[in-house]
């Protein structure tokens, strides 16, 4: 990393104009970031992580999204500017953002004063693709050269931790972490999670270090077997390929964490192989939405639980890096120039990821 601060830069990134841009046709440009004020970090850019959030927002696959729009939001870089109101960054220090920029922080307020801030209803926003209230402006993300982002949701980053591996456990990692750890994943119990993509072999590999006795990956294809195993998973359930998946291992997971984005998901035989009292937890957002139909009676005879996590709070991210650097816990992950921004976000949507991709902004993040 470069070792001079820069004291005048420019805030310019890949922007999205139309839902077309999610097909590679992002644009470079310069965008006009939040209103600065104390609480505000500046962060010149060096890694930022592709998450499928990404192409959602570019798609306004989860509502009208207000271009022009800079995705991105597994951030890593250093700061070069710290507000006053700032005390736990200084210039220099290297620093990561996740997919929240801001919520209220008011003391009144039931969510942020209990360490909930992830799920605050007052003022919560996103790292891109939100407007700020008070006339303050809009959010960009990651696929840019700067970002400006509230202290509060600025993260320092462990010494241990290489910023290519931080990155995508910003929003990645914590998706997954934070559900598995709410929901007891630990010694005694048996894990299993759907979906082993960037956001499922985050959770094979949480699960493991955090001491599951069983980590259970289910996917479509069994192409992805020894893959899956390699990560460290016990068991590898397809649910094309094998007959009588969901009869013959039924009733024998205490938890599962979805990170499927489909509305087509065979959610009824899912909660087959909960445990009586297990938990199926849903991290994965479809476009629109929508989950597919399940009976009371699936819930009722079993005992179940269905549920959902987002993200994560600030004192959970800040664990998770912790946790990351001590367990040396090393996500797979393929660089990429992000120059060649438009390029990874059309491989990422056929599948060509594993299991993150990392934008390496090569103007920054050079010695």
């Known amino acids: 990393m470069?070792?001079?601060?820069?004291?005048?830069?420019?805030?310019?990134?890949?922007?999205g104009h139309t839902p077309d841009s999610a097909n590679?046709?992002?644009?470079?440009?310069?965008?006009?970031?939040?209103?600065?004020?104390?609480?505000?970090?500046?962060?010149?850019?060096?890694?930022?992580?592709?998450?499928?959030?990404?192409?959602?927002?570019?798609?306004?696959?989860?509502?009208?999204?207000?271009?022009?729009?800079?995705?991105?939001?597994?951030i890593v870089g250093r700061a070069v500017k710290v507000g006053s109101k700032v005390?736990?960054?200084?210039?220099?220090?290297?620093?990561?953002v996740g997919a929240q920029a801001r919520s209220c922080l008011q003391p009144d307020c039931p969510d942020c004063s209990n360490g909930l801030e992830n799920h605050c209803a007052r003022a919560s926003v996103n790292t891109y693709g939100s407007v700020y209230p008070n006339d303050e402006g809009k959010s960009y993300g990651g696929y840019a050269d700067y970002n400006r982002t509230n202290g509060h949701f600025v993260f320092k980053i462990p010494d241990g931790l290489p910023s290519e591996i931080a990155a995508p456990m910003l929003c990645g990692g914590i998706t997954v972490y934070s559900p598995l750890k709410k929901n007891g994943c630990g010694p005694g119990k048996t894990i299993g999670v759907v979906g082993v993509g960037g956001l499922g072999h985050f959770a094979v590999l949480w699960a493991k270090a955090l001491g599951a006795d069983k980590v259970v990956g289910i996917s479509r294809k069994a192409s992805k077997k020894e893959e899956v195993l390699k990560l460290g998973a016990d068991q590898y359930i397809a649910t094309d390929d094998d007959k009588n998946w969901h009869v013959d291992n039924a009733r024998t997971i205490d938890l599962i964490v979805s990170t499927v984005s489909s509305e087509k998901m065979p959610l009824t035989e899912y909660l087959a192989l909960l445990k009586v009292g297990g938990s199926f937890i849903?991290?994965?957002?479809?476009?629109?939405?929508?989950?597919?139909?399940?009976?009371?009676?699936t819930l009722i005879m079993n005992g179940i639980k269905i549920g959902g996590s987002a993200i994560g709070s600030p004192e959970e991210i800040k664990e998770m890096l912790q946790f990351a650097a001590d367990k040396k816990i090393r996500p797979w992950v393929q660089t990429r120039p992000l120059k060649d921004a438009n390029q990874a976000i059309v491989d990422l949507e056929e599948g060509k990821a594993r299991y993150r991709y990392v934008l390496v902004n090569e103007k920054h993040a050079s010695a």
Request: with cysteine; hydrophobic share 30%.
């Open 87 to 96: 005390n736990h960054v200084k210039v220099g220090d290297r620093v990561g």
């Open 282 to 297: 849903q991290v994965g957002a479809p476009d629109g939405g929508n989950l597919p139909a399940v009976s009371a009676f």
């Open 24 to 74: 590679g046709k992002m644009e470079w440009g310069a965008f006009e970031p939040k209103k600065w004020t104390e609480d505000d970090v500046d962060i010149q850019i060096t890694h930022c992580g592709i998450c499928g959030s990404d192409l959602h927002m570019l798609r306004s696959g989860w509502g009208p999204t207000p271009y022009p729009c800079c995705v991105g939001h597994e």
């Open 2 to 15: 470069a070792n001079s601060i820069p004291k005048e830069y420019k805030f310019e990134g890949w922007l």
